[in-house]
């Protein structure tokens, strides 16, 4: 299996190099030059663990991996820092909810950057190179690729952070890390600001080279693909437990990133009949999946942070797909977009933009409503995030159909203020959240400047 990127202009390249290259070199996002048909080998892996399912799917895309090494990579993955059922689906009232939270930063970002951490420190000690990560978080992302960096050989982690623009929670998760491979850079600016340097640095090629920069953000194909397994274990499992033919997915989305690996599981032969995507506020995907039309609004602050984005990075991925494969043709609709902040494809009359998806976003009133209820009715708490996409569920899956499954993608703990905001009490605690308070952190301030960062990385790097 060999990767090519949806702008056409990167040699077709192995499942190693596509990992370490991240980004496309062309700006594009890299994709498997053909996407694996496993729906004949789904009742085999019925009664697979996590893990041993893991392996049989990522092996498919992983094929410059010895299958041993492939193998220990990722019982040690699943082994060590998730729970035993490492992503169980409980029943919760009329759905079946994906916890995906059971990770060390209690998201379901550590499913995938647990892996990557893996991945990347197993190809460093064969090439016998070294990776500098570079990242900008606004406050979640930071803490699962922390986690999924610290105490790997040849790895270092930087992550900026605005100082004090983060919850302390979120600051906690990522500066109780003492790892020395791990830099936290509280940077004096907005989020926007650590993005713009990020961007900046990693965008000077002699500088990236020289210092070997690398990215860990959901653009790489690693992550696409660890996720990818959930889907098929949920769905099937769900069957299973059901009788059911195929159930319907809830994705709450942002970036795109989680529920692209929910297509491709679909486009692989899973038993998923639909994928409900719902956004908060920020609703540029619900908008595009409801009319054709792809342009950028405003960001708003909710509820649901992770969310609160416009731009999509893994959207490209998907628009390949969608506008028949085409670079030349997916090239000139990105340049559109960067110019104009808006692009669009067809839609046959009455044919909506694609039956694959249905979509709708929550107004916050809506998600608050929906963490009440669980909480009353069923004695469950939702994350926010995760309530976004249950609001959604509800309402555009009423009646009969396939079973419905809600991913879950934050423990509640991650966001007390929401759920005392919902339920008027502070219930939502986790021993791992609660225990931050009390360890010591480790935490640079640097003032808001390219050339400053710059200079802290060299001296870090040496
Ligand atoms: C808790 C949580 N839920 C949902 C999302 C949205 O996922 P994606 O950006 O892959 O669409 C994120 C992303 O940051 C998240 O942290």
């Known amino acids: 299996m060999r990767y090519i990127s949806t702008r056409g202009q990167v040699e077709p390249i192995e499942f190693r190099q596509a990992v370490m290259m991240g980004l496309a070199d062309d700006g594009g996002l890299l994709i498997p030059e ?65 916890e995906l939270f059971h990770g ?77 491979n791990v830099h936290n850079i509280a940077v004096v600016g907005s989020f926007d600001d650590c993005q713009r340097i990020m961007k900046e640095l990693a ?13 860990v953000n959901s653009v790489n194909w690693a992550r696409v693909v660890a996720q990818i397994v959930y889907y098929v274990k949920a769905a099937s499992d769900v069957c299973r437990a059901t009788a059911a033919e195929a159930v319907r997915v809830t994705v709450p989305t942002g970036n795109f990133g989680n529920i692209l690996a929910g297509w491709y599981a679909m486009k692989m032969g899973a038993p998923i009949s639909k994928l ?19 342009s950028l609004g405003q960001v708003w602050q909710t509820l649901s942070p992770s969310m609160d984005i416009q731009v999509a990075s893994n959207f490209e991925r998907y628009l390949y797909y969608r506008t028949g494969c085409d670079p030349e043709r997916l090239r000139a609709m990105m340049e559109q977009f960067a110019s104009t902040g808006c692009l669009q494809v067809e839609v046959a009359e009455g044919e909506g933009v694609d039956p694959a998806f249905a979509s709708d976003s929550a107004s916050e009133e809506q998600t608050l409503e929906t963490i009440r209820k669980y909480h009353t009715e069923y004695d469950y708490l939702l994350d926010p995030h995760t309530a976004v996409g249950v609001s ?23 966001f007390p203020e929401a759920i005392v905001k919902a339920t008027g009490r502070d219930i939502a605690h986790h021993p791992k959240i609660d225990a931050l308070m009390e360890l010591p952190t480790r935490c640079t301030v640097v003032p808001n400047d390219k050339e400053k960062i710059r200079r802290f990385l060299v001296e870090a790097i040496g």
């Open 276 to 294: 409900i995507l719902a956004t908060n506020r920020n609703n540029i995907l619900a908008r595009f999946f409801n009319t054709g039309e792809y």
């Open 392 to 414: 959604v569920a509800e309402r555009l899956a009423e009646g009969d159909g396939d079973p419905i499954v809600c991913l879950a993608t934050a423990h509640p703990a991650k």
């Open 34 to 98: 053909s996407i694996p048909d496993v729906s004949d080998r789904l009742e085999a892996w019925g009664d697979l663990s996590y893990p041993a399912l893991a392996f049989e799917i990522i092996r498919l895309f992983a094929r410059n991996i010895p299958e041993a090494d492939l193998k220990e990579l990722i019982d040690r993955t699943y082994g060590e820092a998730f729970g035993p059922a490492v992503a169980p689906t409980v029943p919760v009232g009329n759905i079946h909810i994906l």
């Open 203 to 215: 965008g000077d090629l002699d500088f990236k080279r020289s210092y070997s920069l690398g990215a």
């Open 104 to 180: 060390p930063t209690l998201a379901f970002k550590d499913v995938a950057l647990q892996l990557l951490g893996n991945v990347f420190e197993y190809i460093l000690a064969r090439t016998g190179g070294e990776l500098n990560i570079l990242g900008a978080t606004s406050g979640d992302t930071g803490s699962a690729a922390i986690y999924g960096a610290r105490g790997r050989k040849g790895i270092q982690i930087f992550v900026m952070h605005p100082h004090r623009a983060v919850s302390p929670i979120q600051a906690r998760q990522m500066t109780t890390v003492l790892d020395d």
